[in-house]
C-alpha cells in the first residue's frame, strides 16, 4: 500500500486486527519491577515536597544540570547535518514484521544521505538504527534515564545520554528534518502529537510527520476524523500534516522532498 494522507485514509475500510506481538521477557520484567524505588531526574523535578526551602535547596542548582544536559546534546548533535528520526515501540520483536520494516527504511533513509536517530533503545528503534548502520550511514541514539535499565542497542554510533524528557524532545526536533513514526504505545503518540502541535502553531513547517504501517494508525485517523474535526476540534487542513505508508522508499521520497523544500525556504530568508 502506497503513501496517502491521513485524510484519505481514514475514509478506508477498518480491517481485523493483527495481534501484537508478545513483548520480550526483558521489557515484561522492567515493567513489573517498576515499583522498585528508582527515582529519576524528571520525578525529582516534578515532585512536590513540602520542605518550605526545597526550591532555594534544589532547583536553581538542577536548572544549572538541565543547561549543562542542553549543551551536551547540541555539542554531540551539531554536525550531524541532514537526519531522520524514527519512533516506534521498544517492544517490537525482531521477529516482527514492522522490525524488519524498521529495518528497511533505516537503510534507504541512509543510503539517501540522511543519518538516522532514534531514542536508541530496542525494538523499532533497534531496528531503525541497525538499518542506517549496516547500509553505512549515521546512527545516532537519544537514551533517557527511566525507571528501569534500557541500555543502548549495539547499533548506535553516537549516543547521548538524558535525564529529561523534555531536553530530549528538543534534541529529535532540532536535528531532524522529518519524523517516521511506526506502531507503538504512549510514547510514540506523545512524541507524534507534539511534532503536530508544532507545525500546527507554525513552530516548524516544511516538517513531514509520516505514519508508518497503515493498518495500525488507520483506527486513529479514523477517529480524529468522526470526533475531531467533526466537533471542530482541528481543521480539515490539520489531518494533511501527517502522512500513511507501508512502504519505505515511499517515505523515504515524502522525507526528500520536504528536506529541498526546507533548504529553498532557508535560501530565501537568506536572501540568496
Known amino acids: 500500500m502506497g503513501r496517502k494522507s491521513a485524510k484519505s485514509a481514514a475514509a478506508a475500510p477498518a480491517s481485523t486486527a493483527r495481534r501484537s506481538p ?4 526483558a521489557v515484561d520484567d522492567a515493567i513489573r519491577d517498576v515499583n522498585v524505588p528508582v527515582v529519576t531526574e524528571d ?3 516534578f515532585q512536590s515536597l513540602p520542605e518550605a526551602d526545597t526550591f532555594t535547596r534544589t532547583d536553581p542548582w538542577r536548572v544549572l544540570r538541565i543547561m549543562g544536559e542542553v549543551i ?20 517490537t520483536d525482531p521477529a516482527d514484521p ?17 543519518a538516522v536517530i532514534t531514542g536508541g533503545g530496542p525494538g523499532v528503534m533497534e531496528a531503525a538504527n541497525r538499518g542506517a548502520k549496516e547500509a553505512g550511514g549515521r546512527s545516532i541514539g537519544c537514551n533517557i534515564e527511566l525507571p528501569f ?15 529529561y524528557f523534555f531536553v530530549r524532545k528538543t534534541m529529535f526536533i ?16 506523545d512524541e507524534l502529537f507534539e511534532a503536530l502541535t508544532l507545525i500546527q502553531t507554525g513552530k516548524i513547517s516544511q516538517f513531514p510527520v ?15 476524523q468522526s470526533r475531531m474535526l467533526a466537533e471542530k476540534k482541528i481543521s480539515a487542513a ?27 525556504m532557508a535560501r530565501r530568508r537568506a536572501g540568496l
Do not use: C
Not at 74 to 83: H, I, Q, S, T
Not at 149 to 163: C, H, K, L, S
Not at 242 to 263: F, G, I, N, R
Open 43 to 45: 520525578e525529582k523535578l
Open 210 to 224: 509520516i505514519l508508518f504501517g497503515t493498518h495500525y494508525w488507520a483506527g486513529l485517523v479514523r477517529w480524529m
Open 98 to 114: 514492522q522490525y524488519a520494516a524498521a529495518v528497511n527504511v533505516g537503510r534507504v533513509l541512509a543510503e539517501r544521505g540522511f
Open 149 to 163: 535499565e534500557q541500555g543502548a542497542n549495539p547499533y548506535v554510533d553516537t549516543i547521548v545520554n538524558f535525564r
Open 238 to 264: 490539520d489531518l494533511d500534516l501527517m502522512t500513511l505508508t507501508d512502504d519505505p522508499e515511499e517515505a523515504a521520497d515524502a522525507v526528500a522532498k520536504a528536506y529541498d523544500a526546507q533548504m529553498e
Open 72 to 91: 551536551e546534546g547540541f555539542d554531540k548533535l551539531a554536525n550531524v547535518g541532514r537526519a531522520v528520526t524514527v519512533f516506534g515501540s521498544a517492544r
Open 22 to 25: 508478545k513483548p520480550t521477557r
Open 174 to 189: 532540532k536535528y531532524s528534518v522529518a519524523f517516521i513514526i511506526f506502531p507503538g504505545g504512549f510514547g510514540t503518540l
